[in-house]
């Protein structure tokens, strides 16, 4: 608003001009964005909160909303620091706040990265008066834990860790170059370094016969298997030695990499994907049918962009087909129709295709993947599954395959919080920490029963595992042989065949429902996984040792010896070089 003054003074905090009638602009008081927080120090896999406070503002602002957002979130990836949801927030008037949550991603980080020095955020203003930047920024400290992660193949175990500079470690069978390395040793040996590889990496996965790795800049590595070129080298040397560099595309970084699940089986897993950080997904390997969606059904090797223009927050491959989660929530599917139909046929595509999303529940957040079916979880907490129904893995109550995303048959619909996949069987688990099986009960060896519910016979509607009560189960494994589960107080329970000692109990006994693992002394487990075959279980401590029980062969339990077969939880010996 503006005004005359012919004879009265100046407003306060306006120049009068003594210069006969002069006009003067009024002066709504311009908002100041306050950054409340000024530095923190962020442990591994926590978050803290950043708050921005409005000082200033008046009804005047009441139809303006001001934006802040971070200028240089991408650069943040070599730290592993995200934003919850999105690293921006908005203040609409009468609000005079708003918050950013800051996170670190839950992931091992080589001791290099321990101390590094504060990164500095800054902030960019859009919207009203207020637009510009807050020059004072955000000081972000982070400290990485000396974490294990570890994972299964078929017939191998891989680990990274932070005090061995989380360079990849294996142990297991090594008949394609699973281990990393043509060394004999049957201990846990590290990885050959091959032309271009580093030591430190931030993520690892395992399939039948590949494993995948990432290092701290958003570059895939691979090593095994490689008889359709899955690593992405542009080559395809059948057994790979040593980790190799796979052909990163133009201008592009990934932040997730993953070979073929293990359910996939040994010769049908010949693909990986990646996710870019923009959100393409990438492919390549072998290409029956399409399943790496790129267009045709040519084999490709080295990671080429999935078409569709489609963003995707998650990807599982298995037996020639793939599906992934787009950034909106949907299910999509690529490859051999005849168990990965999204669209109600079994028809191949060499594309993605959407999953018709009318009357499901939510939107997808994590898929699981099988032999020759794929489930997904809503973030509602509801369960549907697709492909082959032939040992009630989709649990309708019937062997029927299905072509398009179908409900399983269960009361706890809408209570279920993850899902895990068996080469034919699949469990979920509950908000309260129950766990429901449904599919094939019987093990490789016919005794025992993976459904866990007392029963040898197929599971086609979800049945509850026998947990013994005041048991709560917050993540669990499935191999052929026994599926595992960890509480929420850090013990371990097993069921299945136990001729192995894969039980962890001290036996070689078989379980119908699930028996308590003997643990090492002071010490619980974070995570658990088994391989696909073989029967060989290991788990990582709360200490970051690696404790493994179950068939020894070709040193599985990590002794360095393939005798005797473990039946307790035993630490494995330190990785050795090759």
């Given at each position: 608003a503006n005004w005359v003054?012919?004879?009265?003074?100046?407003?306060?905090?306006?120049?009068?001009?003594?210069a006969g009638d002069t006009v003067y602009a009024s002066i709504i008081p311009v908002p100041v964005i306050n950054i409340l927080t000024t530095a923190a120090t962020i442990a591994n896999g926590e978050s803290t909160i950043i708050t921005f406070n409005l000082v200033g503002a008046t009804s005047a602002l009441a139809a303006q909303t001001i934006t802040v957002g971070t200028t240089n979130p991408e650069d943040l990836?070599?730290?592993?620091?995200?934003?919850?949801?999105?690293?921006?927030?908005?203040?609409?008037?009468?609000?005079?706040?708003?918050?950013?949550?800051?996170?670190?991603?839950?992931?091992?980080?080589?001791?290099?990265?321990?101390?590094?020095?504060?990164?500095?955020?800054?902030f960019n203003i859009s919207g009203g008066a207020t637009a510009g930047s807050i020059t004072s920024g955000f000081d972000v400290t982070v400290t990485f834990a000396d974490k294990t992660y570890l994972v299964a193949g078929g017939q191998t175990f891989c680990a990274i860790t932070g005090s061995s500079n989380n360079r990849p470690y294996c142990w297991g069978y090594n008949d394609?170059?699973?281990?990393?390395?043509?060394?004999?040793?049957?201990?846990?040996?590290?990885t050959n370094l091959g032309t271009g590889a580093p030591d430190s990496y931030a993520t690892i996965t395992s399939g039948y016969t590949t494993s995948m790795v990432m290092d701290f800049f958003g570059n895939s590595y691979g090593w095994g298997n490689n008889d359709y070129g899955q690593i992405g080298n542009n080559n395809t040397a059948t057994s790979v030695y040593e980790v190799t560099p796979s052909v990163m595309p133009s201008g592009v970084t990934f932040k997730w990499v993953a070979a073929s699940s293990p359910n996939s089986w040994e010769y049908y897993g010949n693909q990986s994907c990646a996710i870019a950080r923009n959100g393409d997904a990438y492919c390549q390997g072998y290409n029956y049918q399409g399943g790496l969606g790129v267009g045709t059904d040519n084999d490709v090797y080295q990671p080429t962009l999935v078409v569709g223009g489609k963003h995707y927050s998650q990807i599982a491959m298995t037996y020639y087909s793939t599906s992934g989660i787009g950034s909106n929530g949907t299910l999509y599917s690529w490859g051999w129709g005849g168990y990965n139909g999204v669209d109600g046929t079994n028809a191949n595509q060499q594309v993605p295709l959407a999953a018709n999303m009318t009357g499901i529940n939510g939107k997808f957040t994590q898929l699981a993947t099988g032999y020759l079916f794929v489930c997904g979880l809503t973030d509602t907490g509801?369960?549907?599954?697709?492909?082959?129904?032939?040992?009630?893995?989709?649990?309708?109550?019937?062997?029927?395959?299905h072509y398009a995303p179908a409900p399983i048959s269960s009361a706890h619909q809408g209570s279920y919080t993850a899902i895990y996949a068996g080469l034919n069987t699949a469990?979920?688990?509950?908000?309260?920490?129950?766990?429901?099986?449904?599919?094939?009960?019987?093990?490789?060896?016919?005794?025992?029963?993976?459904?866990?519910?007392?029963?040898?016979?197929?599971?086609?509607?979800?049945?509850?595992?026998?947990?013994?009560?005041?048991?709560?189960?917050?993540?669990?494994?499935?191999?052929?042989?026994?599926?595992?589960?960890?509480?929420?107080?850090?013990?371990?329970?097993?069921?299945?065949?136990?001729?192995n000692g894969e039980i962890g109990d001290g036996t070689t006994n078989d379980a119908l429902t699930p028996r308590a693992v003997t643990m090492p002394t002071g010490v619980t487990f974070t995570q658990i996984t088994t391989t696909l075959?073989?029967?060989?279980?290991?788990?990582?401590?709360?200490?970051?040792?690696?404790?493994?029980?179950?068939?020894?062969?070709?040193?599985?339990?990590?002794?360095?010896?393939?005798?005797?077969?473990?039946?307790?939880?035993?630490q494995i010996v330190d990785p050795v070089n090759p």
């Open positions: 003054d012919e004879d009265s003074p100046a407003p306060d905090g306006q120049n009068e001009n003594l990836s070599y730290y592993y620091i995200g934003f919850s949801p999105t690293p921006s927030c908005t203040i609409t008037y009468p609000a005079t706040s708003c918050t950013i949550h800051l996170t670190t991603s839950n992931l091992t980080a080589p001791t290099s990265l321990m101390d590094e020095s504060p990164y500095h955020l800054s394609y170059g699973q281990r990393g390395t043509s060394s004999g040793n049957q201990s846990p040996v590290f509801y369960v549907y599954c697709i492909g082959s129904g032939g040992s009630g893995q989709l649990v309708d109550g019937t062997d029927n395959d469990c979920a688990i509950t908000q309260s920490g129950g766990i429901d099986c449904w599919g094939e009960a019987s093990t490789s060896t016919g005794e025992g029963s993976l459904t866990g519910n007392g029963s040898k016979l197929n599971q086609p509607t979800p049945g509850a595992v026998s947990l013994p009560n005041g048991i709560k189960a917050t993540s669990m494994t499935i191999s052929r042989y026994a599926a595992c589960a960890l509480t929420s107080t850090g013990t371990a329970y097993c069921w299945g065949a136990g001729a075959d073989q029967g060989a279980v290991c788990a990582v401590g709360n200490n970051q040792k690696v404790y493994c029980w179950g068939t020894s062969s070709a040193g599985l339990t990590g002794q360095g010896t393939t005798t005797p077969n473990i039946t307790i939880p035993t």
